[in-house]
């Protein structure tokens, strides 16, 4: 198996984490927990993605890492970059499917 399909384990208190998240009942530590294990075991948002001789592995850790950063990069954008038709709007409640 190569570095790029490899599956990083993720313990039972991080799939706890998970679960708490999804379910809307996580704490602050199980929130972090659960977006370490997004950024740093799922979507590998840091890691080199070249993989040597293997274009296909390269594109995949690219599009699994792009997810990755583009949530670093939400987290880390100031409100204040926000345009603002985007402030004034409500979050509007997700529907139940």
Same mark, same amino acid.
């Given at each position: 198996?190569?570095?790029?399909?490899? /599956?990083?384990? /993720? #313990? +039972?208190?991080? #799939?706890?984490?998970?679960?708490?998240?999804?379910?809307?009942?996580?704490?602050?530590?199980?929130?972090?927990?659960?977006?370490? /294990?997004?950024?740093?075991?799922?979507?590998?948002?840091?890691?080199?993605?070249?993989?040597?001789?293997?274009?296909?592995?390269?594109?995949?850790?690219?599009?699994?890492?792009? /997810?990755?950063?583009?949530?670093?990069?939400? +987290?880390?954008?100031?409100?204040?970059?926000?345009?603002?038709?985007? +402030?004034?709007?409500?979050?509007?409640?997700?529907?139940?499917?």
């Amino acid at each position: 198996m190569s570095k790029a399909e490899e /599956v990083i384990p /993720v #313990t +039972l208190y991080e #799939t706890r984490a998970l679960r708490a998240c999804e379910a809307g009942e996580a704490s602050p530590d199980q929130q972090r927990l659960a977006m370490s /294990v997004w950024m740093h075991k799922f979507s590998r948002a840091f890691e080199n993605p070249f993989v040597p001789g293997a274009h296909d592995q390269t594109d995949f850790r690219c599009g699994r890492a792009f /997810v990755g950063q583009k949530v670093h990069e939400h +987290l880390r954008r100031p409100m204040s970059d926000l345009h603002p038709d985007e +402030l004034s709007k409500e979050a509007k409640e997700p529907k139940d499917e």
